[in-house]
């Protein structure tokens, strides 16, 4: 027994379980399957997206009044906002930025150490899954397009690893020794 105890350890306490791609991936996917957190942005050029997405009835430009200023901009219509959170269009038809509301698919490309001993950073590339993506997004958006790159930032609670926050990949600097890996959920 005494021998056992000492190969084994006797700590009364469970080693806390290291965070794997898979479990950041379900952690992740559970929030955007509840609409949480499943926000993401994309910013390109394009000539006639403002057009397509009018024809569309996605958006359509509107007079807005605030604070005694008027201006004209284009807003999402009520068809538009069951497929997009926002919008900012150019009329140059450059740097229109699109954000999402999903369906996504994600791949982890890595997991390092955060800043707490308890804390680590996930880096992940999330794009529109375009089998499931609604056919007017498709009309109006290229594929190509529609996807990008975030960091989540996960804490140890108990034995359980819980999403703390995102911030873009610029906002987080990887650590060193940094270990990439990929797991791509279907």
Not at 37 to 65: M, N, P, Q, R
């Amino acid at each position: 027994m005494a021998a056992s105890c000492i190969t084994l350890g006797c700590s009364s306490k469970a080693a806390p379980p290291d965070l794997t791609a898979i479990t950041a991936s379900v952690v992740i996917s559970q929030r955007w399957s509840r609409a949480e957190l499943s926000h993401f942005a994309v910013s390109f050029h394009s000539d006639d997206l403002i057009e397509c997405g009018v024809k569309a009835d996605l958006w359509k430009l509107a007079e807005v009044t605030e604070r005694g200023y008027t201006w004209t901009t284009y807003q999402l219509t009520p068809k538009g906002s069951k497929i997009l959170f926002a919008i900012d269009l150019k009329g140059s038809g450059k740097g229109h930025e699109i954000t999402f509301r999903g369906p996504y698919r994600l791949e982890i490309t890595n997991i390092a150490p955060g800043s707490d001993p308890d804390t680590r950073r996930v880096d992940f590339r999330w794009e529109i899954d375009w089998d499931k993506a609604p056919p007017d997004l498709k009309t109006c958006l290229p594929k190509f397009e529609l996807s990008g790159y975030e960091v989540a930032t996960f804490k140890l609670s108990g034995l359980d690893w819980k999403f703390v926050s995102y911030s873009k990949p610029d906002d987080a600097s990887a650590p060193a020794g940094a270990t990439p890996v990929a797991v791509q959920l279907p």
